[in-house]
């Protein structure tokens, strides 16, 4: 019996043992696997860290605009009530986009960002003719230079939501060939899905807003030979819907 329990106490040692270094074992290994995915989720990290390459179209809705006119008081003018105002209502037109950016690994873009965008105008409405809207083949073309930013919500998916926003200038002409400059700002939403190889498509959504615009001289720039009629008192505002196509490198 004292044999049989000496024996017995060895073996429940032995095994006792064993198990302690599989556990040991398991353990050490789970931490390797750990460190392993780590350096992996690093790499693929650094790897989206860089310089990438934008470009995007789509369609853009520029809001209608209510302007003031203010006549040039150097020049004659026919003895009837004339308008002090007038609304030009914009179409629905198109957007271009080109952008050079830098991704950074922890989710955040930065770039920049020239836009072209052309809407025609539909009609213009003196402010004394309700009712009355003259039709227009003309357009309103605009440039624009943004610095923009990114948020990416990153996921184990393709797929990966963003948010971001920009502030730049805007370069206006109307539907006149008028000209003016203004500052600009938008904010931007969407989506986009990862091709593989640095290559990616955006789908996003885009708000677009400038300061007030003024198309014409100031009140003491006026001359005879001058333009007739100043524009002002509204901004320049759209909605757009782009899609883009982004390269990493």
Not at 22 to 38: K, N
Not at 120 to 139: E, L
Not at 237 to 242: D, E, K, P, R, V
């Amino acid at each position: 019996m004292k044999r049989f329990g000496k024996k017995s106490c060895t073996f429940s040692a032995a095994v006792a043992g064993a198990l302690t270094g599989t556990a040991l074992t398991g353990a050490a290994s789970a931490q390797v696997q750990a460190q392993v995915q780590a350096q992996a989720k690093a790499a693929d990290a650094a790897a989206e860290d860089g310089i990438y390459l934008r470009l995007g179209a789509g369609a853009s809705f520029a809001g209608d605009w209510e302007q003031d006119i203010t006549y040039n008081n150097t020049q004659a003018f026919p003895a009837v009530p004339l308008p002090d105002g007038q609304t030009v209502d914009n179409g629905t037109g198109f957007v271009a986009a080109a952008a050079v950016g830098f991704n950074y690994m922890d989710g955040i873009r930065t770039e920049l960002e020239y836009r072209y965008a052309t809407t025609p105008v539909d009609a213009v409405t003196p402010s004394d003719r309700v009712g009355f809207a003259a039709p227009s083949n003309d357009d309103v073309n605009a440039h624009f230079l943004f610095t923009n930013f990114y948020f990416d919500l990153n996921n184990a998916s393709r797929f990966t939501p963003f948010i971001g926003g920009g502030v730049g200038g805007a370069f206006v002409e109307n539907e006149n060939a008028d000209r003016d400059s203004a500052l600009a700002y938008q904010g931007r939403a969407g989506i986009s899905y990862d091709f593989g190889a640095g290559l990616s498509a955006d789908v996003e959504y885009i708000y677009l807003r400038t300061n007030d615009l003024s198309f014409g001289p100031n009140d003491d720039a006026f001359a005879p030979d001058g333009p007739s009629v100043r524009l002002d008192g509204d901004h320049y505002q759209s909605s757009s819907a782009m899609m883009s196509i982004r390269k990493r490198f």
